[in-house]
């Protein structure tokens, strides 16, 4: 959910378990969703996207469900790790003709050994 | 694996003084962007650049910031002025080609003002 200044909503998990991380977004005209990673001191990195004309994507360990009904992402861990450990960003594309990820406040992932 | 360098690491600056950062972003993408992200808050989008000129700004661009890619490899962010409020880390990234796809991001310039 949302968070004010320097509070992050953060989700605690145990090494192995899924971690599902979700987030809404504002703009339902949005044609393109991205999730990001970042660890501690670095700049975002890419994990999955997917567009608009999907429900589901699947990379890699990870999932991504879009539900444009309400506006709601979430991403999926499977057998969360200690280096899975960082603040996850949704991202979302307003479209219009322009890419201009637009970010939303994260979610600090702790994974615990 | 091809990388965003971003340079310098961590400036520390006078309030009042320009402050250049510089990029160089990945030698075949066509499309730059700077973000900045202030302290444990939300990556905030700045400007897109492509084709030699600004593509999108947003409204914290004003009229103390210009973005310039003056060689073909680098590309920075000028700060003409500035203030306490502009401390922040200051993100490049980089796309391909056009439409959507991977933006790959630096790793940052920590901007701090006294």
């Known amino acids: 959910g949302e968070s004010v200044g320097l509070h992050l909503p953060t989700l605690s998990v145990q090494e192995g378990d899924n971690s599902i991380i979700n987030c809404a977004y504002s703009n339902s005209a949005s044609d393109y969703f991205i999730w990001y990673k970042q660890e501690s001191g670095k700049g975002p990195q890419f994990i999955i996207d997917?567009?608009?004309?999907?429900d589901k994507r699947q990379g890699q360990r990870v999932t991504v469900l879009l539900n444009k009904t309400v506006k709601h992402l979430s991403l999926q861990i499977a057998a969360t790790q200690p280096g899975d450990s960082a603040v996850y960003f949704c991202a979302e594309n307003p479209g219009g003709g322009s890419y201009i990820p637009t970010f939303g406040r994260g979610t600090s992932l702790i994974v615990h050994p | 694996e091809p990388e965003v360098t971003q340079t310098p690491s961590h400036q520390v600056t006078q309030m009042g003084q320009e402050v250049i950062l510089r990029c160089v972003p990945i030698s075949n993408h066509l499309y730059f962007y700077w973000y900045r992200q202030i302290l444990g808050q939300k990556v905030e989008f700045l400007v897109s650049f492509y084709n030699n000129e600004i593509s999108e700004k947003s409204e914290i661009f004003d009229d103390q910031f210009s973005v310039e890619r003056p060689d073909g490899s680098n590309f920075t962010l000028k700060i003409r002025s500035t203030k306490l409020e502009d401390s922040a880390m200051y993100f490049c990234?980089?796309?391909?080609?056009?439409?959507?796809?991977?933006?790959?991001f630096g790793e940052g310039s920590r901007l701090t003002v006294l």
């Open positions: 990234a980089s796309l391909v080609g056009g439409g959507t796809g991977e933006l790959f």
């Open positions: 997917i567009r608009s004309n999907m």
